[in-house]
């Protein structure tokens, strides 16, 4: 297997620099590469070496990106709209395109980055020629709301707080109330990727942990159905990369073949 080469990138916009990172073969190959998609509370360092596990896995190229507001990217002050999740596939995307001169990719989130994998997918259309979704919500579920409450009193301990904080340093405190206030609005209640879902028409993979404390098995079968598969790991929680690595590479080595 050809070594995988890491590089780092800056792509600058009006609305402000976000940091990513690429890992590819160093070897020449037509596959098309593979987008992630960061969870509400990550960045690229969180992905940790998966990112790396999968370019050589696969032997595609692989890009991740912090957003805007989240890891080494910059800082935001504005409140999150509702249709977020929608947003980063109109306003990101399309720099992450030119600036590594994609045309066709792959679609890959974690969490709430699954659902922006999905409206990547249902934008693109034939551009994306797959979506995978890790431990994605399709719609506001009451154990979502429940894990959100119980993370927020968590995250008032200074000691947790800290932990987030190496990752976005300043910003720390912005994304922990993007995420919370976000979801926990009372506006939230009616959100859901149906309508994304709908205009989908590329395969699907959805990854899901059996005892994910952010969203029950619902939300994999919601997303696969019709348009793919969903694989749920028995005894893993809401990372599944990162709790069964081994298993969700081969999940999309196979998905891919």
Known sequence: MADILETEHWIESSAGRRYAKSWRPDIETSRAPIILFHDSLGCIAL???FPQRLAHSLGRQVIAYDRLGFGRSDARTDLLQQNFVAQEA???VP???ERFSIHEFIACGHSVGGGMAVETGARFGER???VITIAAQAFVEERTLHGIRIAQQDFKSA???ARLEKYHGSKTDWVLHAWIDTWLAPERA???LDPALEKLRCPVLAIHGERDEYGSEAHPRRIAAGRGSSY???DTGHSPHRERPAQVLQAIETFLT
């Open 47 to 49: 992905w940790r070496d």
């Open 90 to 92: 109109e306003q990101a």
């Open 95 to 97: 720099f992450l395109c």
């Open 128 to 130: 994306c020629q797959a």
């Open 159 to 161: 000691e947790t707080f």
């Open 190 to 192: 009616g959100w859901s």
């Open 232 to 234: 749920i790991l028995p």
